[in-house]
């Protein structure tokens, strides 16, 4: 079982910015897709980020532009920059490790490991 550790949420303001990191001690981690999603309540999770193992990155449309994905020099961490938050990005974001082809890696149910997740409030 691969186990995905997120942290650096928080409580901040419109306009500012979080970085957050998912880090596992799995060997294998870099042989995974790996993926942001984010759950607000009452909300289905929905995908934020992906970034596959060539490092090609993917984002949904409401992030674009301001939310950046990487794999960090620190072997077995992902971050997730966002910046110029919204209120609408308040939820707990979750980080995934999915072996789907490229056409699923959207869907959440494609994701073989998950984070605890970590709480991510933007107040306005």
């Given amino acids: ?3 995905l550790v997120e942290s650096g949420g928080g409580l901040v303001q419109a306009g ?6 998912c880090t596992t001690s ?3 981690f870099g042989t995974y897709t790996m993926g942001w999603f984010r759950q607000a309540p009452g ?13 090609h990155t ?16 620190v072997r077995n961490t992902i971050y997730l920059q966002m910046d110029t938050l919204k209120p609408e990005d308040t939820a707990v974001y979750y980080c995934g490790a999915s072996r789907a082809v490229l ?3 959207r869907d959440p149910r494609m994701y073989l490991h998950w984070g605890q ?3 991510v409030t933007i107040s306005s």
């Fill in 1 to 3: 079982q691969v186990q």
């Fill in 16 to 21: 500012d910015s979080l970085r957050l990191s």
């Fill in 26 to 28: 799995e060997s294998s």
């Fill in 43 to 55: 909300k289905e999770r929905e995908f934020v980020a992906a970034i596959r193992t060539s490092s």
């Fill in 58 to 73: 993917y984002y949904a449309d409401s992030v674009k532009g301001r939310f950046t994905i990487s794999r960090g020099n």
């Fill in 103 to 105: 056409s699923a890696i």
């Fill in 117 to 119: 997740g970590t709480q």
